[in-house]
Nanobody, 127 residues
Framework: VQLQASGGGLVQAGDSLKLSCAASGRTSSSYTVAWFRQAPGKERDFVSG??????????YYADSVKGRFTISRDNAKNTVYLQMNSLKPEDTAVYYC???????????????????WGQGTQVTVSS
């Protein structure tokens, strides 16, 4: 599986951005896809993830982005999106998308559960 993240940029506080994560190779709509972010000098943190279990599609958000970010997927395009609204300076980071090919009832929030990663896209929010 290869992942290509895009859509980052430099915006002002309060603006919006939409990140894309395009998958290629041995993809599946059943794989969980997540976004993580890493600011300089900090650990890589979970932002949001979307998966599927026996109950249907599940989405999960970090508390810091809940209500501002929305994750979605277009299975026909093998692409997962992260719509980011009301951006804050503290959202500044490199954003990575990752996928887990293992079944999980819930969206994993730890990076070690994801076995394929994209290259990252920079998001910078100025105050």
């Amino acid at each position: 599986v290869q992942l290509q993240a895009s859509g980052g940029g430099l915006v002002q506080a309060g603006d919006s951005l939409k990140l894309s994560c395009a998958a290629s190779g041995r993809t599946s709509s059943s794989y969980t896809v997540a976004w993580f972010r890493q600011a300089p000098g900090k650990e890589r943190d979970f932002v949001s993830g979307i998966g599927i279990n026996r109950s249907g599609t599940t989405a999960y958000y970090a508390d810091s982005v809940k209500g501002r970010f929305t994750i979605s997927r277009d299975n026909a395009k093998n692409t997962v999106y992260l719509q980011m609204n009301s951006l804050k300076p503290e959202d500044t980071a490199v954003y990575y998308c990752a996928t887990s090919t293992a079944y999980s009832k819930v969206v994993p929030t730890v990076a070690e559960r994801y076995n394929y990663w994209g290259q990252g896209t920079q998001v910078t929010v100025s105050s």
